[in-house]
């Protein structure tokens, strides 16, 4: 049982008001080197691509599979930890951990090399977002938890934008290597900066912690925590692949270089994402005071609006209007982020917080990452196969040279049809935040 002064550190958080800030700042910088990490392969990986001659497809494997399959075997075991130990060992550990391997994939000289440096970039990242929302949550009363993360989520447009900036301005000018081993490096030099100033905070509640089988069964038992987990995963199936191919899109369609491109997703695209998490931790803050379905109703009104506006986007003939229609979808695709964290959160309650953000990004990163970038690369290569049959190019001759003009347009193609056709799983997700918004009452904790 909960006692009261263990409800007043769970009401009123915990520290002075500017040290939970720099924590929350420190934590931030930590998840901008995991999403920098993870999306810097995606800006450059034409650059790859040319230079190692592999296809779409195993570009995806290298995006998704290699990436999550490790992750989701270390997340819950790390969570279990988590829950109990001293998680900023654990988290400023793993960024050490993840930007090693970033800056070892710099070195790489083959695609199964990748594969193996990809996948030690997993297993750090799996320590990233469960202690991370669990620190928050014991920093942050109740009443700011969703804002608090919703913060902390803009480490994805903010380290997506050092990502697209550095990160293309590196391959452009010293190559792809390059800004691997750079950004690796620094990487190190936070995650011992974050274990020598962050402080670990007393548990929200001193009851004794399930068995992870005893909770995961219990999360599982709860209609809304099942259907935001879906959800999510099934809209990955887009926006993973979205944030994987779109620079690519960009350089195939428009004839533009990576540095060009990266510049627009990093000054349109993720800002227009930030403000989509951050927006959507705001108006769920204040909505859900009067009634909790407001966590999963703001999610549902920005998928149901961003489909079709994605479909519009991919459509357009001219870079401009790509861009900015691209960004408007983005925007409201993600409101989903922090209201759904902060759900997650709340239906979890105290003693099982990194597990549930664990149990809830292992299956949902499982089908959206596991599965969207493969997908969409097989069929990206199929669409370019097919645009070919009436070309004096072959398939196997585009694959040694897809620089070539006719062979670029055939790529641009492939992707266009590909990142259409995942629209649908934007639709699908939405009756899964539907569904949710159900029973998220009835299921809270906090």
Known sequence: MISSSDNSIQADGHGTAGYRNYVLAALLTVFCFEVIDKILFGLVQESIKTELLISDFQLGLLGGPALVLLNTLASLPIAYIADRSNRVTIVSSALAFWSIATAASGFAGTFLQLIGLRGMVGIGGAACLPPSHSLIADYFPVKERASAL?????????????????????????????????????????????????????????????????????????PAFVHLTIGSGVL???????????????????????????????????????????????????????????????????????APLFLLGFSQTRLIPMVSIIAVASLFCFLFISPTFAAVQSIAGPTRRASATALFLTISTLIGYGLGPPIVGWIAD???????????????????????????????YGLKVALMMTIISVVWSAFHFWMAGRSVRRDLVD
């Open 150 to 222: 919703a913060i902390f989520g803009l480490a994805i447009p903010i380290g997506s934008l050092i990502a697209a900036i550095g990160g293309g301005w590196l391959a452009k000018v010293y190559g792809w290597r390059a800004a691997f081993i750079i950004f690796g490096v620094l990487g190190i030099l936070a995650g011992l900066i974050v274990k020598i100033t962050v402080k670990e905070p007393p548990r929200a509640t001193k009851v004794k912690f399930d068995n992870p089988l005893t909770a995961f069964k219990e999360l599982v038992a709860k």
């Open 236 to 306: 990955g199936l887009f926006t993973y692949s979205e944030n994987q191919f779109l620079v690519s899109f960009m350089v195939r369609n428009f004839a533009i270089g990576i540095d060009v491109a990266a510049l627009y997703f990093g000054l349109a695209i993720m800002p227009a994402i930030g403000a989509g998490i951050f927006i959507g931790g705001f108006l769920a803050d204040r909505l859900s005071v009067n009634d909790a379905r407001a966590l999963t109703w703001v999610p549902l009104a920005g998928i149901l609006v961003s």
């Open 382 to 412: 199929r669409a370019r196969d097919s645009y070919l049959v009436t070309s004096e190019f072959t398939s196997q001759q585009c694959d040694l040279s897809p620089q070539i003009p006719e062979c670029a347009a055939a790529g641009g």
